[in-house]
């Protein structure tokens, strides 16, 4: 028996195992960085395009260029995977922790910093520091709702 290799296939399962490799990634894993924040929704949609009328502004986060590079064949930002409904971010401070949907690129952060938005900030931290090392992993929004502030577990 032969096996014989297509390069068309591989195209059609190439995101399918794009998004099979951030699923097992984000499962996986706890980052720890420094959060800042950022005044979301101030006439732009973020890299992720979400309308203001889908989602709270006050629940958002910015991913650094790390995270938000474009996967390949991916030349619309819109449709990073992280951009999809079912990523969310959970972010740990000393006052708690909030869940969070990624809507944007932080291009000033570190790979494992994270910008969330203004009204978050005073939930985790002291927003007078403006810079705080803090922990955080990927959720899936469908099991975690973005914006609902969760015990540490």
């Not at 709270?56 to 991916?74: C, E, G, I, T, Y």
């Not at 909030?98 to 978050?120: F, N």
């Amino acid at each position: 028996m032969s096996i014989r290799f297509n390069f068309g296939n591989l195209i059609h399962f190439l995101p399918l195992m794009v998004i099979g490799c951030l699923i097992i990634q984000s499962n996986s894993q706890s980052y720890k960085g420094d959060i800042t924040f950022y005044y979301e929704w101030h006439g732009n949609h973020g890299s992720c395009a979400l309308e203001k009328s889908k989602k709270d502004p006050f629940h958002v986060a910015a991913l650094s260029r790390f995270f938000m590079k474009l996967p390949v064949n991916v030349t619309n930002p819109n449709k990073h995977p992280y951009c999809s409904e079912s990523y969310c971010v959970k972010v740990s401070g000393k006052r708690g922790s909030v869940v969070l949907k990624i809507s944007d690129t932080c291009y000033g952060c570190k790979p494992h910093d994270i910008d969330v938005a203004h009204r978050v900030f005073p939930l985790l931290d002291d927003p007078n520091k403006g810079r705080v090392p803090m922990a955080w992993k990927f959720v899936d929004c469908t099991k975690n709702p973005p914006g609902k502030i969760r015990s540490d577990d």
